[in-house]
């Protein structure tokens, strides 16, 4: 059967068909959103939950661990973790990539509310959850800065104008507004003019709740007309709040500004943010622009960016938004590389088709299947919702090698008719005739190389299957235009004399093409003389290669160059917010003297994370104009910021993308577990000091912080008793103080600001302060703080982790220039394994246990590829030889690659991995041919296997 003969018969029907298959490509390549990477939605909630004033070890105990405990009931957890800190704890649960986001939140609220009852109860509100992506990455990050207006007035321009407005441009997820500064009135009360007055604090709470008020007061119906009554209980700002009055004292009333300073101010005081160019530093308030899944990044950054002239003009003169980073950028550029890339492929399989053909239109027709499965495979991913990323783009460019071997392969079959003497239109029909099966079998068996990745699990499949499906895609289109448009072109711009009118560089590539058949010829019959001497070479070839394959230096995913560097900051614990702002601008100082570092963003205090960290986002001159790379910079920096004693700096690179809810220091991380935490807390500190004198690694630290300064407070409860308190108003009036203590909310226009109650700040520098502080009884006396309760200075934890049930250690680490992560992944296992007890056990985190897995799975999948091309060629041969025939060429070809990769100082991550599978692939279609025509030599001229094979790779090689 001719699947090729209807199409050869009816050129206008192939025609149309064509130009469909155009069009439509054409169409759907305009219609593909551009990213970088192909989209990866790990299914993982975070839940949140806060206790006011709670210590770490009790938000641990008391809300981490029951809440843990009920989540262990559902199914399709693949990593829980938490981290509790004062007055907060955090759960992060990730779910198998297969399990449903939403059934998953309906399985956590559910859980929650299981698990209230256990809960503390003096909990503000039950615990919260949320869906995030730790994969998701901001594309557009925006800063606003001013030399004159406040930062609360910076932050309620981000928040009510432009964070809202950015979020509601298709594509954007959300915006996330960093270092903010929202407004807060702070009353900031005197305890020795509160003494003065015989006023306790918590009087001083009660008149802020009872004097700003915002409650419905009614309406008037007349017969003419209908009137709200606005009774004005609602005050807008510090000034407002000076007169209020809190007491009686003499017949005359004490107000608010004679006790203490209002102010206005911002809800986290301790928190600051700086944006530093090269003209210097200024306050800051970042903006950071999410986009959704599936968007089209470049499209989302031009439309933020066409947003910017109108903030502008809506912003006082004052006022600056810049854009500080822009990853549409990188984008933009690789996908430029990538169409020149593609064009240039093309030309130069071009020129090797003419460079053999010397014919103009025979080096079209063959040209030809290249645009065509181009096309075609934009449609299909279109269809199953694909993007124009680093993974299909490579797809597509690796492709270009392979769909156009099928037609080159009809063509030259049909040449081979015409230049017998057949005319064109019979040589088509002939040549595709005996030529289809041999078509069929490259293709198929091609396509089924890539069928195993499509079957792979976890991240490394979600990340591969859009590039298996794409080249797959094209080389099955590339397979239906070489027996349908291939032929048929044949059958009418085919001409014998256009053939063998040969010109000056048409005989120079004969003569050549003959020296290397006439050297490969005598090189053939040698081997075919000494096939034992032959099995014993690929014997040892085939030893070499897996002897190699262990050699050959191991890898994930390797680090990208997006223009950007992290760098952490870390002092000693129970390092106060003041000291770390000093820190923020030394080290800032140095990373601006770098000339590769364009612009970069600080941050310190509250709302990042520990009161004792500083985190800078640089952005990079772009790659085209440094000579360094972002690792190498991160080399020239590292050095640079660990001479200063009192904190740690570690330089890293973001991940291509992130894996796992938690996040260290270091790109890689080893969690430490033991049910004791006395002994989990001992060898963690040990095995830390062993892994930093590892020579692989570097940047190594730990997320262990048990050293925090803490005041232990005894209350006398007999005399606090005996004086009209109890332990709940003796801890209410202290978080009055220090808390601060949220009194009261002032409802705005477009927001909801807070009123905070503490001491004055010269008050909450040190435990002294304490003394300082009263409580009222209910019958009115104050009653001195060192009375009744007793100060102890003492240490505790900063924060207290978990991950499952169990407190757990994080130690991350950084790997050395030139060091491999399989290198290093065995050298600190080693390290564990020599020094830890039984009871201490440890596990790779993120992306260094996604490593391990994929070592293993991609080495099944390599051997399942091999399986199933012999499976597909043995059903199509019919034979259970052939096959092994066929693939007998892939230890020497596998040996080549994995010498090359060590020459070159390169490793084999997931990339060169999928180059291995290719490998099956582009081995198997060479032997597919020889194997066809020896077959036919064998069957039709009685020759021996020998004979055959002899003449079937003289037939394969060039025309007769």
Not at 237 to 243: R, T, V
Not at 788 to 799: A, F, H, L, M, N
Request: hydrophobic share 45%; aromatic share 8%; charged share 15%.
């Amino acid at each position: 059967m001719n699947v090729s003969a209807p199409f050869i018969r009816r050129p206008i029907a192939t025609s149309l068909i064509m130009f469909g298959v155009g069009v439509f490509g054409l169409l759907s390549y305009r219609a593909l959103p551009v990213s970088d990477l192909p989209n990866v939605d790990f299914p993982t909630l975070n839940v949140g939950a806060g206790l006011p004033g709670a210590d770490p070890g009790t938000m641990g105990s008391a809300v981490a661990s029951p809440l843990e405990r009920q989540f262990t009931t559902i199914a399709g957890i693949d990593e829980m973790t938490s981290s509790s800190s004062t007055g907060s704890s955090n759960v992060t649960l990730q779910f198998d990539l297969g399990r449903d986001i939403d059934s998953a939140a309906v399985d956590v609220e559910t859980a929650i509310s299981a698990v209230m009852p256990l809960l503390p109860a003096g909990m503000p509100a039950p615990p919260s959850f949320r869906k995030f992506n730790p994969a998701d990455q901001p594309i557009m990050f925006l800063g606003l800065t001013s030399d004159v207006v406040p930062m609360y007035v910076l932050d309620d321009y981000a928040e009510t104008m432009i964070a809202p407005r950015i979020s509601m441009i298709g594509g954007v997820s959300q915006v996330q507004v960093q270092g903010a500064q929202k407004y807060a009135v702070r009353v900031q009360v005197d305890p020795n003019k509160l003494h003065a007055e015989s006023i306790g604090i918590n009087e001083v709470n009660q008149a802020l709740q009872n004097w700003n008020v915002n409650l419905p007061t009614g309406q008037l119906f007349g017969e003419d007309a209908t009137y709200n009554i606005q009774a004005g209980g609602q005050l807008m700002d510090a000034d407002a709040f000076k007169p209020v009055v809190v007491a009686f004292r003499h017949g005359a009333p004490v107000r608010l500004d004679q006790l203490a300073h209002v102010v206005d101010n911002v809800e986290d005081n301790k928190n600051a943010s700086w944006l530093y160019t090269k003209a210097g530093a200024r306050r800051a308030i970042n903006l950071q622009v999410m986009k959704q899944p599936g968007s089209n990044t470049i499209a989302v950054t031009d439309a933020v960016r066409s947003l910017l002239p109108a903030f502008q003009s809506q912003l006082p003169p004052s006022v600056h938004l810049t854009i500080r980073g822009d990853r549409s950028r990188n984008i933009r550029e690789a996908f430029t590389d990538i169409q020149w890339t593609m064009a240039l492929t093309l030309a130069l399989v071009v020129a090797v088709i003419f460079a053999f053909l010397h014919s103009g239109s025979a080096t079209v027709i063959p040209a030809l299947a290249l645009p065509f499965s181009i096309l075609g495979t934009f449609s299909v991913m279109t269809l199953v919702g694909y993007t124009l990323d680093n993974l299909s783009m490579m797809a597509l460019i690796l492709s270009i090698g392979f769909v156009v071997d099928d037609a080159i392969v009809m063509l030259e079959n049909i040449v081979r008719h015409i230049e017998h003497g057949e005319q064109p239109f019979e040589a088509a029909l002939k040549g595709s005739e005996e030529i289809g099966f041999t078509i069929l079998s490259m293709t198929i068996s091609l396509a089924a190389v890539f069928i195993p990745i499509l079957f792979m699990s976890g991240i490394l499949g979600r990340l591969f299957r859009e590039f298996a499906v794409t080249i797959t895609a094209a080389i099955l289109i590339s397979g239906v235009v070489s027996v349908t448009l291939t032929p048929t072109l044949c059958s009418r711009f085919i001409r014998a004399d256009r053939l063998h009118a040969k010109g000056r560089f048409a005989r120079f590539m004969e003569r050549q093409f003959a020296r290397m058949f006439r050297g490969y010829e005598w090189s053939l019959g040698v081997v075919l003389r000494h096939r034992p001497v032959m099995l014993a070479v690929f014997a040892g070839v085939l030893a070499a290669t897996v002897a190699m394959f262990g050699i050959v230096p191991k890898g994930f995913i390797p680090d990208q160059d997006n223009d950007s560097l992290n760098v952490m900051v870390q002092a000693a614990q129970g390092t106060s917010y003041y000291e770390m702002v000093g820190n923020v601008g030394r080290i800032a100082s140095i990373i601006n003297a770098n000339p590769y570092v364009d612009s970069f963003f600080a941050s310190t205090g509250g709302g990042f994370g520990s009161m004792n960290m500083a985190r800078f986002n640089l952005q990079l001159a772009p790659r085209r104009s440094r000579p360094l790379s972002a690792a190498e910079i991160a080399q020239q920096i590292r050095p640079q910021l660990l001479r200063f004693p009192g904190f740690r700096a570690f330089v890293s690179l973001p991940p291509a993308i992130q894996i796992g809810g938690r996040m260290g220091n270091s790109s890689y991380s080893l969690t430490v577990q033991s049910a004791d935490t006395t002994i989990l807390y001992a060898w963690a500190k040990r095995l830390e000091a062993a892994i930093a004198e590892l020579p692989v690694v570097q940047d190594v630290s730990d997320d262990m912080q048990m050293q925090s300064p803490r005041v232990n407070l005894v209350i006398d409860r007999d005399r606090a008793a005996a004086l009209g308190l109890n332990a709940s108003e003796i801890e209410s009036s202290l978080y009055d103080g220090f808390g601060p203590q949220w009194s009261s909310t002032i409802y705005g226009r477009a927001a909801q600001y807070k009123v905070l109650l503490e001491l004055d700040p010269q008050y909450q520098q040190d435990a002294g302060s304490l003394d300082k502080l009263a409580f009222k009884t209910s019958g009115g006396a104050l009653v001195p703080f060192e009375s009744i309760v007793k100060r102890q200075e003492s240490v505790g934890p900063q924060t207290v982790n978990h991950v499952g049930e169990l407190p757990a250690v994080s130690i991350s680490f950084g790997l050395r220039p030139g060091v491999s992560l399989g290198a290093a992944v065995d050298r600190v296992n080693r390290a564990a394994a020599a020094m830890l007890p039984a009871t201490v056990t440890t596990a790779f985190q993120g992306s260094a246990k996604t490593f391990q897995q994929s070592m293993q799975n991609l080495s099944l999948l390599l051997f399942v590829a091999i399986g199933v091309v012999y499976i597909v060629l043995g059903m199509l041969y019919e034979s259970y030889v052939h096959p092994i025939t066929i693939l007998s060429g892939l230890p020497s070809a596998g040996l080549g690659a994995l010498i090359t990769l060590y020459l070159f100082g390169n490793e084999l991550n997931i990339y060169s991995f999928v180059g291995l599978v290719m490998l099956v692939g582009i081995v198997k279609k060479n032997a597919i041919m020889q194997i066809d025509f020896a077959l036919e030599a064998e069957r039709r001229h009685g020759k021996t296997p020998a004979d055959a094979i002899y003449e079937g790779w003289a037939g394969c090689s060039c025309r007769s």
